[in-house]
């Protein structure tokens, strides 16, 4: 069974930096991406960043060029990357993992099918 275990997310002030990892386990697929995901209260989960198999990043037009998603294969770790950070980026941030060829955009959660708890973040102004 896949398991995913975020950390890293705190309260920072707007235009600080923090790094976000996920650890995960219990692979048994030759091919995996990942992505992560974030979900304020009242809003729906919505993508982040995702990293395919092949090394191929994507990100949400809101966070371009301020996050940085990357992938470290030997540790089995994912990490996310944000600097200048904003209040609107304040939510519970969620790591995701699927195995073998992705099963729709990288920003759809239908996707992956294995989630961590989440970490928060929280940026004030």
């Known amino acids: 069974q896949v398991q995913l275990e975020e950390s890293g997310g705190g309260s920072v002030q707007a235009g600080g930096s923090l790094r976000l990892s996920c650890a995960a386990s219990?692979?048994?697929?030759?091919?995996?991406?990942m992505g992560w995901f974030r979900q304020a209260p009242g809003k729906e989960r919505e993508g982040v960043a995702g990293i395919d198999s092949n090394g191929f990043r994507s990100y949400a037009d809101s966070v371009k060029g301020r996050f940085t998603i990357s992938k470290d294969n030997f540790k089995n770790t994912l990490y996310l990357e944000m600097n200048s950070l904003k209040p609107e980026d304040t939510a519970m941030y969620y790591c995701?993992?699927?195995?073998?060829?992705?099963?729709?955009?990288?920003?759809?959660?239908?996707?992956?099918?294995?989630w961590g708890q989440g970490t928060q973040v929280t940026v004030s102004s």
């Open positions: 219990g692979y048994t697929y030759s091919r995996v991406y």
């Open positions: 995701a993992a699927g195995g073998g060829w992705r099963r729709g955009p990288w920003a759809a959660t239908s996707a992956y099918n294995y």
